[in-house]
């Protein structure tokens, strides 16, 4: 089945520099791939998303990138603000698109 | 207003006892899930839901019991045979390659 890896586990950024965290999986047959944050006692919710026929999507300050050959996947944050500090997680379907793995998460914080 | 119910908030279980946690939805999400939050931890997965009267065990199913008899409801049973039940559960639902949507969650504790 498919099996996602998530780095770093935390990160430590200053106000106004950029963040990246990057994901693996190992199901080819994976053709989705959302982003999720998570702040302190709340639920998870979707920020981005990738499907496996694009290579790169933006949303203001944050993007996502996709490279289906090497089956990674990278969050990009940049000008990082403090109300970014949470918890993202990255999460891939696996081939039929209803089972959803997820990273294990990375704490981000970002320092005032 | 559509969304993810996930009940109760808090829940308390003593050595022995099983206990049920509910999830609702009215999205018309054909896929349920219910994922285990440690502390610091990630998000595993327990069970999850294609379809009515179907489900299929995740990575963590030991000790633990579903069923699907309505499109909208997936309660999760926590049974004496899970051994550290303590955790942050979560509720999601899905249509076929789209965003999970999360219930609030449900802390359960041992006491």
């Known amino acids: 089945g498919e099996n996602v890896e998530q780095h770093p586990s935390t990160l430590s950024v200053q106000e106004g520099d950029s963040a990246v965290i990057k994901c693996t999986y190992s199901d080819s047959a994976s053709n989705y791939f959302p982003w999720y944050k998570q702040e302190l006692g709340k639920r998870p919710q979707l920020i981005i998303d990738i499907r496996s026929n694009v290579g790169e999507k933006k949303d203001q300050r944050i993007a996502v990138t996709l490279n289906k050959t090497a089956k990674h996947f990278s969050l990009h944050i940049t000008e990082t603000q403090p109300e970014d500090s949470a918890v993202y997680f990255c999460a891939a379907s696996e081939g039929g698109g209803f089972k959803t793995i997820f990273g294990a998460g990375t704490r981000l914080f970002v320092k005032a | 207003d559509g969304g993810i119910t996930q009940s109760p908030k808090y829940l308390f279980r003593k050595e022995g006892q099983n206990v049920t946690l509910s999830c609702e939805q009215n999205?018309?999400?054909?896929?349920m899930y219910w994922y285990r939050q440690d502390p610091g931890q990630g998000l595993r997965l327990i069970y999850y839901?294609?379809?009515?009267?179907?489900?299929q065990k995740g990575d963590i199913a030991e000790g633990y019991s579903v069923s699907r008899e309505k499109k909208e409801s997936f309660p999760l049973t926590v049974t004496s045979a899970q051994k550290n039940p303590t955790a942050f559960y979560l509720c999601?639902?899905?249509?076929?390659?789209?965003?999970?949507?999360f219930g609030q969650g449900t802390r359960l504790t041992v006491v």
């Open positions: 999601a639902s899905t249509r076929t390659n789209t965003e999970a949507f």
């Open positions: 839901s294609q379809i009515v009267n179907d489900f």
């Open positions: 999205l018309n999400h054909d896929a």
